[in-house]
């Protein structure tokens, strides 16, 4: 039926870049949300690998750049700064645009706090290194969270780890936050 089409076909693209344009930024050349909770649904399907970890990193300081550059400017930074975290996860983690000042990770595989945790302070790490020539510094607010299959839906945990990373901001930035 349907679901095991659906299934044959995420199964097939596991670890695929995502092709057209509903998948894909054409300002960033990130994946778009649209593919983040299509792999966040995969995860987290029994077929896929049952679990899957969510982090959501904030940009803090995006607005001033559009206003000091313009929006390419920020297209670039995060285009940037999804490469850096691209780089410190595992090749079948995902990294995307959420909106205009959030990227989001997603991990399949990750079902406890302890790994979530230490992969969103990895990526609090590269996020919050200075980028480019004239070494523009960013701050970063990171909130994480995990479910196993069946416990939680996908948009619930982009959510959740999206409320988190706002937590972390109104806090001053430069941390994360596991719920």
Known sequence: GPEV???TRRMDV?????QTAAEID???????????LDRLAWALHPAGSGAAGVVVIR???LDRLVEDRGRPATS??????GRHIGSALRPLDLV?????ERLAAICAGVDDGTTIARIAERILDVAGRPMGAGGLRITPSVGATCSISGQRRPAAMIQDALQAADAVSERGGNGFEVV
């Open 14 to 18: 596991v670890g695929a870049a995502p």
């Open 59 to 61: 940009v803090d300081g």
């Open 26 to 36: 054409p300002s960033t050349g990130l994946p778009t949300r649209f593919s983040l």
């Open 76 to 81: 670039l930074v995060l285009r940037e700064i």
């Open 96 to 100: 995307g645009q959420l909106d205009e």
């Open 5 to 7: 089409q659906w299934i």
